[in-house]
């Protein structure tokens, strides 16, 4: 089995300016050509931090990745580093310039002297093409590593690791049938990570040549079955993820690399059903999650944010009265939401999200993380029609109950379009 590292460089990510999500694809990635990542660092602009990373990653691993710190700017220094590390000078490589000049015209721009320096690339390094930025990376072997550099943009480092360095490092990674890694990916919602792990614990088998991980999020919990090696058959690895969706199927909502709103846009544009979201907690973050998905025109009508009472009057019909009785963050206010904005936009299904996302609003009564989340449904589309309403309790910072707001509302959606002729119910 061939070990991989992943350097994650740049100041904001130790500072909390910014995640690093790359991490998720490169594991990933680097598994489908027989790496298993063992290890992760995170290091910050410091060009010794960086050359100390550097040399503690080939001392441990067969593959490096590093994202990050190959822009324009003075704190973009991880060529520099690469170059002290190595000992290798860094040179102006005509592949590098051209392409990032050919990536520069067509936005019609013309590359300054900051952004030339980034066709600096260490000698015997081969230049790694920039599919959507200007930024070039480069892969280099040294002391029996392959070390590669890519962007920090996620778009960017994503795009130029499947389509430019994962088909070089098959080539260039040697690996037999004792090195293949075959994974079984399962997310699921509406579960704690403990119950699952007590569901699952005896579909492993006790020879410990598969893993279970269980992986808790604001989205729901990842489960994953991992093997290396030939003990394990890829026909075996399918028995098993068997098992595991009979064991918990009712939890899963996608597999591999699929999203909750993938899922849902197949069921709604297969059944040509469309859909209008009023969101007033989320602040449209279930639209934008909608329209993540290419070709979502075709059901998601549009997404109405009704933050103030005010704004659930007058674009959504919903009675003052009921405000005044129940309050905003109700379920009957929820309800009313979702058959405003089905009513008012014409459309088969309406979904809508109130709550008290925090960190200040809450009451002994409704505390920080109350969320009430509302369908509604044209009686023609569906045998029972009428409303749906559920009652959430989120934790975590603002952004968090957020984020679990929009899968609750999601999870609910989808839970109709699977299980059309019953009761949606959480």
């Not at 002297?113 to 230049?127: C, D, K, S, T």
């Not at 002391?143 to 130029?160: D, I």
């Not at 068997?242 to 899922?263: H, L, P, S």
Request: net charge positive; charged share 25%; aromatic share 4%.
């Amino acid at each position: 089995m061939r070990r991989g590292e992943i350097i994650a460089i740049g100041s904001e990510l130790l500072l909390g300016g910014r995640l690093d999500t790359n991490a998720l694809f490169l594991t990933e990635g680097l598994a489908s050509v027989g790496v298993e990542v063992r290890y992760k660092s995170v290091v910050g602009d410091d060009v010794e931090d960086i050359v100390a990373a550097i040399r503690t990653a080939v001392r441990r691993a067969d593959v490096a990745v590093m994202t990050g710190g190959l822009g324009p700017t003075v704190d973009d220094r991880t060529r520099q580093a690469v170059a002290r590390a190595t000992g290798r000078p860094l040179r102006r490589r005509a592949e590098a310039l051209e392409g990032m000049k050919r990536r520069l015209a067509a936005w019609g721009r013309i590359p300054t002297e900051a952004q030339l320096r980034q066709g600096l690339i260490p000698v015997g390094a081969g230049v790694l093409d920039n599919p959507v930025g200007s930024a070039p990376g480069f892969l280099l072997k040294w002391r029996g590593c392959q070390l590669a550099a890519l962007p920090g943009v996620p778009s960017e480092a994503e795009r130029m690791f499947v389509m430019v360095l994962v088909p070089r490092l098959k080539k260039l990674v040697v690996h037999d049938e004792q090195e293949r890694i075959e994974r079984r990916v399962f997310h699921t919602y509406g579960i704690l990570e403990v119950e699952l792990d007590r569901k699952l614990k005896d579909v492993i088998p006790p020879n410990g040549s598969v893993r279970l991980g269980l992986l808790a999020s604001p989205l729901g919990v990842v489960v994953s079955l991992t093997a290396s090696g030939t003990s394990v058959t890829a026909r075996a690895m399918d028995r098993l993820a068997q098992q595991v969706r009979k064991r918990i199927g009712a939890y899963i909502f996608a597999e591999g690399a699929d999203t909750m709103e993938a899922v849902i846009g197949r069921h709604l544009a297969g059944r040509k059903i469309t859909v209008a979201v009023a969101e007033s907690c989320t602040g449209g973050l279930i639209g934008h999650r909608l329209t993540q998905v290419p070709g979502s025109s075709a059901y998601l009508d549009r997404v109405a944010v009704c933050y103030s009472n005010r704004a659930k009057i007058e674009l959504l019909g919903v009675p003052e009265s009921l405000i005044r009785r129940h309050g905003a963050v109700s379920g009957p206010v929820a309800a009313a939401m979702a058959k405003g904005v089905r009513i008012k936009s014409r459309v088969d299904i309406g979904l809508s999200v109130t709550g008290i996302a925090g960190p200040a609003g809450g009451t002994p009564q409704k505390p920080v993380g109350l969320v009430y989340v509302g369908l509604n449904a044209r009686r023609s589309n569906r045998a029972s029609g009428g409303n749906t309403v559920i009652e959430c309790r989120f934790h975590g910072t603002r952004d968090t109950i957020k984020l679990r707001a929009s899968q609750a509302a999601l999870n609910l959606l989808r839970q109709w379009l699977i299980r059309p002729a019953k009761a949606v119910s959480r």
